[in-house]
């Protein structure tokens, strides 16, 4: 296979290592490689899988449903193959950004997480959080990651030439789309929402004559960077001299412009479209597009959506693909409609970075762990189970690459349990039957998208653990207010602000960031 040679070669040439990448283990149920639940101890080669074990996995999201039905099937074949079982606990949209650092210190016994760049990777990464995967590790217990991994996700995923992550084996385009009620549209003459115009009019449409519901119910941890990130990446990519890239970890408030040789970072406070922006979500906020109370609320704005009390909800397509297919089942008089919100600017090719799974690094089990996710990966068998449920209960086949939502689906949406971190593109079915307009967005996004410059950068916080501390207490009190437009007095609170950055050391925060991103450039030249 061409990934297998182009993975086999990077590590030879990176690492030194001898032996290569050759695990024949194939990526369907029929071809599996790894040993059977008896096969150390007896002779046999292998790792060592005559103990039982149960892992412990987290996930974040709400736990569905028939979660317990699905993983019990899970189990079995789990079981049967390296004679381990899961046990998986979830972390609410709500409470992930508070739990998620806290488990790794709780003294609690553990092994598996979801990770992302967006979600902790390389702050755990860089504190020892995660064990490390090496080439031989990969070799032994996930020989059938080691056969279909692409090796730039394997590249992408390194903290300090280490990798610390199984990312995703999945190519992600990336959009915000606005869904919306379509019994409302034609009751109050809204004929699109494809531009922000037609977004404000249908709200305005719903604060003058639903008062009994929200117009777009956002939620203060889950939802607030969507309705802002949407209106600052719409004005970023309308400028004539170069967008701005927001350098991760977005809690640290940084950001460059991507056509920047020099690469000179800056507070996305001094951003010439930050003003613009703020004054839209304040504009929105003022006309009550949105709660008075979305600072404190814990449902995001999907669930509000779902549960009748929204209008309007935001959300990436992967997200809204799985939503549709439930609502249609559950509220076919909504007549639910999907429009792309990007108003031109151009879809992401996310990293395989933005989803992926992680090991404890104080796992019991760690080889054990690793062997699960080579199983939640590459069999066919685990990977379905996980990914859409239980075939002929909550889905059914269409064809190679298709499916249908069968009506228990709403007990375990496609796609929507946090299995993000084992998608393999070679076992992906889309919802047959699903967003009508799917396509046509899809096709429209893929002539314009694109990665950003700095999509795999990574910052090395080692040097500067007081100043990330202080700027992310900052970030999640008082920028949060702006993000969400609570402001009476926006420039004066955007000075108030520019203050404490000062006050709790943005400066030398910024001169790391200025040097890694420099360093950043050199190594990965356009």
Not at 83 to 108: C, H, R
Not at 348 to 373: C, D, H, V, W
Not at 485 to 492: I, K, L, Q
Request: net charge negative; with cysteine.
């Amino acid at each position: 296979m061409k990934k297998t040679a182009k993975l086999l070669a990077l590590v030879l040439a990176l690492v030194l290592v001898v032996s290569a990448f050759t695990g024949c283990g194939g990526t369907t149920a029929s071809s599996s490689t790894a040993p059977a639940s008896g096969a150390s101890g007896s002779g046999t080669s292998g790792p060592d899988i005559s103990e039982e074990v149960t892992l412990t996995m987290y996930l974040i999201g709400d736990r569905p449903v028939d979660n317990d039905k699905v993983f019990e099937k899970i189990n079995e074949r789990l079981k049967e193959e390296i004679n381990a079982t899961i046990d998986v606990k979830y972390m609410s949209w709500s409470e992930y950004e508070q739990k998620y650092p806290l488990i790794f210190a709780s003294g609690e016994d553990w092994d598996m997480i979801f990770t992302a760049d967006w979600c902790f990777y390389n702050a755990q990464a860089s504190k020892q959080g995660f064990w490390e995967i090496t080439p031989e590790a990969l070799e032994t217990y996930a020989p059938m990651t080691a056969e279909s991994m692409y090796p730039e996700a394997w590249e992408q995923a390194k903290v300090d030439g280490k990798v610390y992550m199984l990312p995703m084996n999945y190519q992600e385009l990336t959009a915000y789309v606005w869904m919306a009620r379509g019994d409302l549209m034609d009751k109050y003459g809204i004929e699109s929402l494809d531009t922000f115009e037609g977004a404000e009019q249908y709200m305005q449409a719903i604060v003058d004559n639903e008062p009994s519901m929200i117009p777009l119910d956002v939620g203060s941890d889950y939802d607030r960077q969507f309705v802002f990130d949407l209106l600052w990446n719409v004005k970023s990519y309308a400028r004539d001299d170069g967008n701005y890239a927001v350098l991760p970890p977005v809690n640290l408030i940084t950001c460059v412009q991507e056509n920047d040789p020099e690469a000179n970072v800056m507070s996305t406070l001094d951003a010439d479209i930050f003003m613009d922006t703020l004054n839209t979500v304040k504009d929105w906020r003022d006309r009550g597009f949105w709660s008075r109370n979305a600072v404190v609320n814990t449902q995001n704005n999907t669930e509000s959506f779902q549960a009748g009390k929204s209008a309007l909800a935001v959300m990436n397509i992967n997200t809204a693909k799985s939503l549709y297919a439930t609502l249609q089942a559950e509220h076919p008089e909504w007549d639910v409609r999907v429009f792309d919100a990007m108003n031109g600017a151009p879809a992401t090719i996310q990293s395989y970075l933005a989803n992926g799974m992680s090991i404890f690094s104080k796992s019991k089990n760690p080889e054990r762990a690793l062997m699960a996710l080579d199983y939640l990966r590459n069999d066919e068998i685990c990977h379905n189970l996980f990914c859409y449920g239980i075939e002929g209960v909550h889905w059914e086949a269409v064809g190679d690459h298709g499916l249908k939502s069968l009506p228990d689906s709403s007990n375990y949406a496609y796609d929507s349990n946090c299995n993000w971190g084992v998608r393999n593109d070679q076992f992906w079915r889309t919802v047959e039957g699903g967003i009508p307009n799917s396509e046509e967005l899809t096709e429209n996004w893929k002539e314009t998208a694109r990665s950003g410059r700095y999509i795999t950068f990574v910052f090395d916080d080692s040097e500067v653990k007081n100043e990330v501390a202080a700027i992310s207490e900052i970030y999640n009190s008082d920028y949060k207010l702006l993000q969400l437009g609570f402001t009476d007095d926006p420039a004066g609170d955007v000075e108030k602000l520019k203050a404490k950055l000062d006050a709790a050391g943005v400066d030398v925060l910024q001169e790391a960031f200025h040097t890694q991103a420099q360093a950043f450039l050199e190594s990965h030249p356009e």
